[in-house]
């Protein structure tokens, strides 16, 4: 289920959940078609989010993980190594993998190529 399904399924929609928090709805919008990624939703956000639709936030990770991992190809058995390991901490512990997770996402990109005067 995607973030539009779950605001219908607690009797809202992705407009009002926008008033309601002041996060922009393309944002949310982007969310929900699985543009932007669940991992690039800062704490804050997802507090507010969690708020507007009288959730917890692990509710809401859990509805949105779930349709970003349905959404997704095949994930290596790394990949689904990571997935099990944020499912089994805290959110204290899932924040702080997540942040840690950004830094290396920032100084590894994938589709980094160096060029030859920097080499």
């Known amino acids: 289920m995607n973030l539009k399904e779950f605001c219908k399924q607690?009797?809202?929609?992705i407009n009002k959940v926008a008033e309601q928090t002041g996060i922009p709805a393309t944002t949310l919008y982007t969310i929900s078609s699985g543009k932007t990624p669940v991992g690039n939703m800062g704490v804050s956000m997802f507090i507010k989010v969690a708020s507007a639709l009288g959730c917890t936030?692990?509710?809401?990770?859990?509805v949105l993980l779930n349709?970003?991992?349905?959404?997704?190809?095949e994930l290596t058995p790394e990949q689904s190594e990571l997935v099990d390991i944020m499912?089994?901490?805290t959110p204290q512990g899932q924040h702080q993998l997540l942040m840690f997770a950004r830094g290396v996402a920032?100084?590894?990109?994938?589709?980094?190529?160096?060029?030859?005067?920097s080499a």
Do not use: C, F, H, W
């Open 57 to 62: 936030t692990d509710e809401l990770y859990e």
């Open 10 to 13: 607690k009797g809202t929609n």
């Open 106 to 117: 920032a100084s590894y990109p994938k589709n980094n190529q160096v060029s030859e005067a």
């Open 87 to 89: 499912r089994s901490i």
């Open 67 to 73: 349709d970003e991992m349905q959404t997704t190809s």
